[in-house]
């Protein structure tokens, strides 16, 4: 699909998502949002590797679709403890958490939030806001989307409790 097709879609309330900044680097995530104009990338970690581009990502509001375990495996990144999430995060960049091929690398959503905890060193707040952040972009009803950030937030609250 090219970036006038990508553009009718997003103009008709569709969701625009590309692959991009997991095996090419930040300029790859520059082009899918200013050539192809998504609001949404599968990886976009290494657009850490350029603050001009994670300037471009925060002001333009994409989200990136995150999958840390096969990062690690492929290997984007040597270890979760050195995974950019956090640095992405911290920057004003949406993340969320996916699973990228459960297949290929035999895992769930639920040991990716388990890793990040146990090898990365997620706080539950940071894990609470990855959480919310997918809810938030999630291509969903918005009672269905209100319905889980008020259980991430009960939840959330008992923990602190």
Request: proline share 4%.
């Amino acid at each position: 699909m090219d970036g006038e097709s990508l553009g009718a879609a997003a103009g008709g309330g569709k969701v625009t998502k590309a692959h991009a900044g997991e095996f090419d680097g930040a300029a790859r995530v520059r082009e899918a949002i200013v050539e192809l104009g998504v609001t949404r990338v599968q990886h976009g970690v290494r657009a850490i590797e350029d603050p001009a581009v994670v300037a471009l990502v925060r002001e333009r509001g994409v989200t990136f679709d995150t999958c840390p375990i096969s990062n690690v495996r492929l290997p984007v990144v040597p270890s979760l403890a050195s995974h950019p999430l956090r640095q992405l995060m911290q920057a004003g960049v949406r993340c969320t958490i996916s699973t990228d091929d459960p297949l290929v690398f035999a895992n769930r959503v639920s040991d990716e939030y388990l890793s990040l905890a146990n090898e990365g060193g997620f706080s539950r707040g940071e894990l609470a806001q990855l959480a919310r952040n997918g809810w938030e972009v999630a291509d969903v009803p918005g009672a269905v989307r209100q319905k889980w950030l008020a259980e991430i937030d009960r939840l959330a609250m008992v923990m602190a409790g």
